[in-house]
């Protein structure tokens, strides 16, 4: 069974500090997905990696994937206010028998204070 | 595209009512996912379907619910009696999966759901 887990799960930090959130998965995947989700709001895809190096960076937010550690990061830079959020990562099962399905982690949530 | 479009946004209903909600996939998608969420238990997959045919329903949490795909553009997910601890945010989600294809799940606005 995929398992996902993302750690850390509340992550409280100041305006112009440095973090990473990170996503380990259990079994062989090379297609991994970050979401964010605003409070009250809908999922909405960050990035989408698909393989092993693969790295993506949008503004303060670089995420970067190594399938061989199962290992996903999510990088904040100098973070923001705005980019206080939810944070989910999610692991594409296709090699574990349920294809087209994502496993969810639990979702990092982001306060980003001044 | 529309997006994945959710209906009602939100619904407040008595305890044993019959509450159903509504979702229109992306055109073209061949995948329909319907999740729950709550503060407690985070974000459930209950249900999936593959071209209108239900994959996987393991996470339905009891046979008051029950989820339909009579066609491509439609799905309802349908809880009867309702109960309180039903309250929760649902969500539905489509995508297009294959080899060439990045497999995102796009999501609807969700319905905001309340059993009093």
């Known amino acids: 069974e995929l398992k996902v887990e993302q750690n850390p799960l509340f992550l409280s930090m100041q305006e112009g500090k440095n973090y990473t959130i990170y996503c380990n998965y259990s079994t062989t995947s090379d297609r991994l997905y970050w979401y964010r989700q605003d409070p009250g709001k809908s999922l909405e895809s960050l990035f989408v990696l698909l393989s092993n190096g693969a790295v993506k960076q949008e503004g303060r937010l670089m995420a970067s994937l190594d399938t061989k550690a199962r290992l996903s990061t999510l990088h904040i830079t100098a973070a923001v206010h705005d980019l206080s959020a939810t944070y989910f990562c999610?692991?594409?099962?296709?090699?574990?028998?349920?294809?087209?399905?994502?496993?969810f982690g639990k979702g990092t949530k982001l306060s980003v204070k001044p | 595209d529309a997006g994945v479009i959710q209906s009602p946004r939100h619904e407040v209903t008595e305890m044993g009512q019959e509450v159903t909600l509504r979702c229109k996939p992306i055109?073209?998608?061949?995948?329909l996912f319907w999740y729950r969420q709550t503060m407690m238990r985070g974000l459930e997959l209950l249900i999936y379907?593959?071209?209108?045919?239900?994959?996987?329903d393991s996470g339905m949490p009891e046979d008051r619910f029950s989820a339909k795909m009579p066609n491509a553009s439609f799905s309802t997910l349908k809880i009867q009696p309702s109960e309180p601890r039903d309250s929760a945010v649902y969500f539905c989600a489509s995508s297009l999966f294959g080899q060439w294809v990045q497999n995102i799940q796009y999501f609807g606005a969700g319905t905001r759901l309340s059993v009093l």
């Open positions: 379907f593959n071209n209108n045919v239900p994959i996987d």
């Open positions: 055109s073209g998608h061949d995948y």
């Open positions: 999610a692991v594409d099962s296709n090699y574990g028998g349920s294809q087209g399905n994502l496993i």
